[in-house]
C-alpha cells in the first residue's frame, strides 16, 4: 500500500509542471492565441530559476526568475504575432527552437551545479494519516497553489466582467474591438500572464521536481501541456484532471519498474506520448465537441484597421 501512496505523491508532483503550464495556454488560448513555444519558454525559465537559486539560495526568488524569463520570452512572441501578424504557428515553433538551444548554451556552466538540499514540507497532523498523509499531505506548496488557481481560473473566466471581455476577444475579436475595448493590450497581456505560468513550471521542474539542470530536462512537457488544453476542451477544471492523468502515466513507468515489471524500458518512457496520441485521436472523433468549447478566433490574427 505505501507503494501507491507514494505513486499518487508522484503523480501529483509531475502533474504540478503540467497544470501549471497548460493552464497558462488556456489563457493564451481564450484569447484566439495559440503559443508553441512552451517547451523553450520552460527551458529557459528552467536554467533562470535554477541558476537564481545557486546564487541566492532561495527557492522563491527562483520561480520568480524563472517567472520572468517565460514572461520575457511571452511579450517577445506577443510582439511579433500581435503587432506585426507573424504566422502565430510558425512563431511558436521558432520560439521554442531557439529557447531549446538557448537554454543548453546557457546552462553549460551549471551541469555540475548543485543547489540547497530541499526542505521538507508537511501538512502539521494530515501528514500524519497513514498512507493519506505520505501521499497526499508532504507536497510543495505550489502543488497546492496549482489547483487554487485552477478554481480561481474558473471564477474569474465565468463570474467576471474582465473574463468575459477575455472570452470575448476570443470568440470575436471584432466585437469586442467595436465596443471599444483594446483587443491587441488584451491578447497580449494574456499572452504574457500565460508565459509566465509556464515559466513558473518550467522553474519549478529544475528547482522541485528535479533539482539540478541538464540540457533539454523539460523532455516534452511544454508539448504535452499544449496536448492538454485541446483534451480538456479549453476548461481550467479538466486541464487539472488531465494533468493528474498525464503524470500518473508519467510515474506508471518508474513504479512498473520498481515492481519489478519485466517491459522494456523504451516502451515505458514511450507511454506519456502514447497517451498524449490516443487521447487527441479519440478527442478528434467528435469535431462538433471540439468546435463547441474552442474559442472562434484561435489561431487567427486581428488588426483594428482590417
Not at 504540478?16 to 513555444?37: C, H, M, P
Not at 533562470?48 to 517567472?67: C, E, K, P, R, Y
Not at 499572452?191 to 509566465?196: E, T
Not at 502515466?249 to 515505458?268: A, D, N, R
Amino acid at each position: 500500500m505505501e507503494s501507491y501512496a507514494l505513486l499518487i505523491a508522484a503523480t501529483l508532483n509531475a502533474g504540478t509542471v503540467l497544470a501549471i503550464a497548460s493552464l497558462g495556454l488556456l489563457i493564451n488560448e481564450k484569447v484566439g492565441i495559440v503559443n508553441l513555444g512552451a517547451e523553450g519558454m520552460m527551458l529557459c525559465a528552467a536554467i533562470a530559476g535554477f541558476a537564481a537559486v545557486v546564487h541566492s539560495g532561495n527557492d522563491w526568488l527562483g520561480f520568480a526568475a524563472g517567472m520572468g524569463a517565460g514572461a520575457v520570452m511571452a511579450l517577445i512572441f506577443g510582439a511579433l504575432v500581435i503587432w506585426l501578424n507573424t504566422n502565430q504557428y510558425a512563431t511558436g515553433l521558432a520560439l521554442s527552437l531557439f529557447g531549446a538551444g538557448f537554454s543548453a548554451f546557457v546552462g553549460i556552466g551549471y551541469v555540475q551545479e548543485k543547489i540547497p538540499p530541499r526542505p521538507s514540507f508537511a501538512i502539521p497532523y494530515l501528514s500524519d494519516i497513514p498512507l493519506l498523509g505520505s501521499a497526499l499531505f508532504r507536497h510543495h506548496p505550489l502543488v497546492y497553489l496549482a489547483v487554487l488557481f485552477a478554481l480561481a481560473l474558473i471564477w474569474f473566466l465565468y463570474s467576471t466582467r474582465a473574463g468575459l471581455v477575455l472570452r470575448c476577444v476570443g470568440e470575436s475579436p471584432e466585437a469586442a474591438h467595436s465596443l471599444g475595448y483594446p483587443v491587441r493590450r488584451i491578447r497580449l497581456l494574456a499572452v504574457v500572464s500565460g508565459g509566465a505560468l509556464c515559466g513558473l513550471a518550467g522553474a519549478y521542474v529544475s528547482i522541485i521536481y528535479t533539482p539540478l539542470w541538464v540540457e533539454g530536462m523539460v523532455a516534452g512537457k511544454g508539448w504535452i501541456a499544449l496536448a492538454l488544453t485541446t483534451f480538456s476542451t479549453w476548461r481550467p477544471a479538466r486541464v487539472l484532471l488531465g494533468a493528474y492523468l498525464f503524470g500518473g502515466v508519467t510515474m506508471l513507468q518508474f513504479h512498473l519498474q520498481g515492481l519489478g515489471v519485466e517491459i522494456p524500458s523504451q516502451f515505458l518512457t514511450m507511454l506519456p506520448y502514447v497517451a498524449t496520441i490516443v487521447v487527441l485521436a479519440l478527442i478528434s472523433r467528435n469535431p462538433l465537441w471540439i468546435r463547441i468549447n474552442m474559442p472562434a478566433s484561435i489561431g487567427k490574427s486581428f488588426h483594428p484597421g482590417n
